[in-house]
Every structure is written in structure tokens, then in C-alpha cells.
């Protein structure tokens, strides 16, 4: 008979062939959606975000993300850790953390995944083990972000990661690789299949990563739907609209693109039998949303920013937070499937330069 597994604040199911969605019961009701892919040719785990490290209830044996990874059976993974750990207390795969962007509940649990150099790992592999006895020291892992504004991430991050507004203690990493538009990021020489879109707006700082393997791509928090808690895609004062609307163009020609190559390929392959059956990107966001159809998603959230700047999405509330008047533009009552809420700022911010190149491009 088999002994009960630990109580966690976190919750896997599969999402695909190689990856597994991971959403954390926190203290704050952000639900903050984690994704773990296991490499099918390396012996990585990818993860994207690392959650708020703090649970809702503090009496769950298991509250540490890194934890769970290693110790907690799946149900759908064959009742085994996603990444358990050897006889030396090592994990089966080295750790790619991308992190979408450097807010407290994406970046909470960054501490349990350290960079430091493998000389400086052999205490943290003891300590693991529980004994001191002589072993392999721990690979260090390798940390992602956006190279698009890395001065967000090194600079007043109590501030922009929000922890200063959450009495929260600011989690202390070290970035491993600042990533650029567009790069097909490789690890020890070779290609893991993952490419990072440079996504502002959000944040600064914020990116999406496509996993071409399996077609999904991942958005982090730029946007995602109301969901059963009925979150609105929220924008804090340090966002751009100007950027976050270029960021959907940007994402909207990538899926288009992605969707028509592989058409190509299916009517190719099959002479024309089987174009219905072509495999479509899939996309995850940060929150409440995950394989949604990526192009029409993109394409109603686009639309509704649309409304929005043009006056035609109502504002449903109001309420100054940080020093500034924040808006929520709510589409469709109770039953919407988006909510926006940010700095009123940043509208009429938009509204204006928006304007001003459209009247450019109409005198060019």
C-alpha cells in the first residue's frame, strides 16, 4: 500500500508531450501559473517563472517550488518528481530558469535555483544529502532574461519588482544569460529549441519563449484571460502601452508565421489530405490561461486594446494606487473574458503617440 504524498501548496498536470503546468496555491490569491518542460533529448528542465514561494496555507509540508520539483510525486508523470534526485542528492536535470519578467510573484522562489560556480556547490549538495560525506558538487543553473532593459532587473528592484509595496524581502540572483530578440537559446554547445521574444509593455523587462518542438508559446503576464478569479491583465506604472502594442504585433506576425509554415509543411507532406490536421501554436500565459489557440487569442486582445484607446471599452472603476489614478476597463460585464486595470496614464499616454505617428505616416 503506498504511503500518502506530502501535503503542497502546488499542483501539476501535463500540458504536453514534454511539459507540465504548475500553479501555486499563495498567500497573496495571485495563482501564479509556473511551467516545467523536461528536455526529450537533454537532461534540462526548463522552468519558466518560479511562483511567490509563499503558500496560502502555511501548514502544507511542502511550500518550496524546488522541493516539489525534486521530491513530490505527479500523478501525471507516472506518479514520479518531475525532477527527482539521485543517490548523491543531485537531480536528474540541470535547471534553465526563464524568467518573463522580475515580479514578485514570478520571481519568489528565484533563491532555491542558485548560479553560483560548481566549486562553491559541493556544501549545498551535502546539505541536501543530510551527511557530509564526499560527493559530485551540484551543476549550477542557468538564469534568462531580457536583455531589452536589463537595468529593470539590476536597478531599485524592491521597487519594480513590487516587494517594497508587499513588505516582501527582495530575492537576491544573479542573471546567467541576458537573451536577445529573437535568440535561439543553446545550452553547452547546443540547441534546446527555445526561442525569446523581447515582449515590453508589461514591463520592461518582460519576454515570451516559443518552444518549437511542441508549438506552445509562453507570455508571462503581458496578458491572459479573467479566468476563474477574475483577474484583470494588470499594468503597473513603470508599463508602456506604446510598447505593450507593438509587443502584440510583433507576437501576432510570430504566430502567423509559425501556423503558416507549418500548414506548408502538412500540405506538402501529405499532397493535400490531411491540411485540417496541421498543429497549431498553442499559447500559456502567467496567469488563468493556458493552451488557448495563440492566433485568435492575440488577435481579440489586440482588438480590445483597440477599443479601449478608441473609447469604447468603459472604465468600471477607479482608485489611486502608487500615487496615480488606476483605471479598469472591463469588456462585457460579469461574464467578460478580459480586464484591463492601469495607471490612466498610460492610456492617454498611448492614445496621443499613437496619434502622432499615424498623422506621420499620413503626411509621409
Same mark, same amino acid.
Given at each position: ?167 516582501? *524581502? $527582495? !530575492?537576491?540572483? /544573479? ?12 545550452? +553547452? #554547445? ?121 473609447? *469604447? $471599452? !468603459?472604465?468600471? /472603476? ?12 472591463? +469588456? #462585457? ?32
Amino acid at each position: 500500500m503506498s504511503s500518502k504524498p506530502p501535503s503542497t501548496s502546488f499542483a501539476a498536470t501535463r500540458l504536453n508531450r514534454t511539459t507540465f503546468l504548475i500553479e501555486e496555491d499563495d498567500s497573496f490569491n495571485e495563482h501564479p501559473f509556473i511551467y516545467a518542460k523536461l528536455h526529450p533529448r537533454l537532461p534540462l528542465l526548463i522552468l519558466s517563472d518560479t511562483g511567490c514561494n509563499s503558500p496560502r496555507d502555511s501548514s502544507v509540508q511542502i511550500s518550496k517550488l524546488r522541493t516539489f520539483l525534486e521530491e513530490c510525486p505527479v500523478a501525471a508523470n507516472a506518479d514520479r518528481p518531475l525532477n527527482p534526485r539521485d543517490q548523491y542528492g543531485h537531480p536528474e536535470r540541470q535547471y534553465i530558469v526563464l524568467v518573463t519578467h522580475c515580479h514578485y510573484d514570478h520571481i519568489g522562489g528565484i533563491e532555491q535555483f542558485p548560479t553560483i560556480p560548481l566549486s562553491q556547490s559541493l556544501a549545498l549538495a551535502r546539505s541536501m544529502q543530510g551527511s557530509d560525506s564526499a560527493s559530485k558538487p551540484l551543476a549550477a543553473c542557468t538564469i534568462v532574461a531580457s536583455a531589452h532593459c536589463e537595468s529593470f532587473v539590476t536597478q531599485h528592484l524592491d521597487e519594480h519588482s513590487l516587494c517594497k509595496f508587499y513588505g516582501l *524581502k $527582495v !530575492p537576491k540572483y /544573479r542573471v546567467s544569460r541576458w537573451a536577445k530578440d529573437g535568440e535561439a537559446l543553446v545550452h +553547452d #554547445g547546443q540547441k534546446i529549441d527555445v526561442t525569446v521574444l523581447h515582449t515590453p509593455g508589461h514591463t520592461p523587462d518582460e519576454l515570451a519563449w516559443y518552444d518549437h518542438d511542441e508549438r506552445f508559446l509562453y507570455v508571462g503576464d503581458s496578458f491572459y484571460e479573467r479566468g476563474p478569479y477574475g483577474m484583470a491583465i494588470i499594468f503597473p506604472k513603470e508599463g508602456d502601452w506604446v510598447d505593450f502594442m507593438g509587443s502584440l504585433d510583433k507576437l501576432l506576425r510570430f504566430v502567423r508565421r509559425e501556423n503558416e509554415y507549418m500548414l506548408a509543411d502538412m500540405l506538402n507532406y501529405y499532397n493535400h489530405d490531411f491540411a485540417g490536421m496541421h498543429r497549431r501554436v498553442k499559447l500559456c500565459c502567467g496567469h488563468c490561461t493556458s493552451e488557448a489557440e495563440a492566433e485568435e487569442m492575440l488577435e481579440a486582445v489586440h482588438s480590445l486594446f483597440e477599443r479601449i484607446l478608441a473609447g *469604447k $471599452v !468603459p472604465v468600471t /472603476r477607479s482608485e489611486t494606487y502608487r500615487d496615480e489614478i488606476y483605471d479598469t476597463w472591463t +469588456d #462585457g460585464g460579469e461574464e467578460a473574458r478580459f480586464a484591463v486595470r492601469a495607471p490612466r496614464r498610460l492610456a492617454v499616454e498611448a492614445r496621443k503617440q499613437l496619434a502622432d505617428r499615424a498623422m506621420v505616416r499620413s503626411i509621409s
